[in-house]
C-alpha cells in the first residue's frame, strides 16, 4: 500500500499558510520533506506536523525553538504507541487471546 504524498502547493492552499512559514519550518529542521522535481513533498504525518506546527505559533505563541521541542515529543510518543501495539500484537498472537490494554476489571 503505498502512503499519499501531498505536494508542497496543496499542503499550501489547504492550510492557507504562504510558502516563507515551510522556510522557516526546514530551516530549524522542524519539518524534512523529500522533493520531487524540485517540489516539496510531505507525508500524511509531515502534514500533521505542519498544521501541529502552524497552530502552535499562530494560535499560542510558542516560539519556532518551543515548536520543535513539541513536535519531537509528540514524535517521540508516536513512536511510543506504535511499539506498544507491537508488544501488544505480539502477546495477542503467542497468548491467543485479545488484549485490549484496558485496566478496567469490571
Known sequence: MQKRLISESELLKALKIRREILDVLEEEDIVAPRRRRGER???A???????????LH???????AGVEVALNMRRRMRQMSRQMEEV????RKHLG???SGDDSTE
Not at 45 to 55: G, K, N, S, Y
Request: hydrophobic share 45%; glycine share 4%; proline share 0%.
Open 58 to 64: 499562530r494560535e499560542m505563541g510558542v516560539n519556532w
Open 45 to 55: 504525518e509531515q502534514l500533521e506536523d505542519v498544521i501541529f506546527a502552524v497552530d
Open 41 to 43: 513533498i510531505y507525508s
Open 97 to 99: 487471546c485479545e488484549f
Open 88 to 91: 501488544f500484537d505480539h502477546i
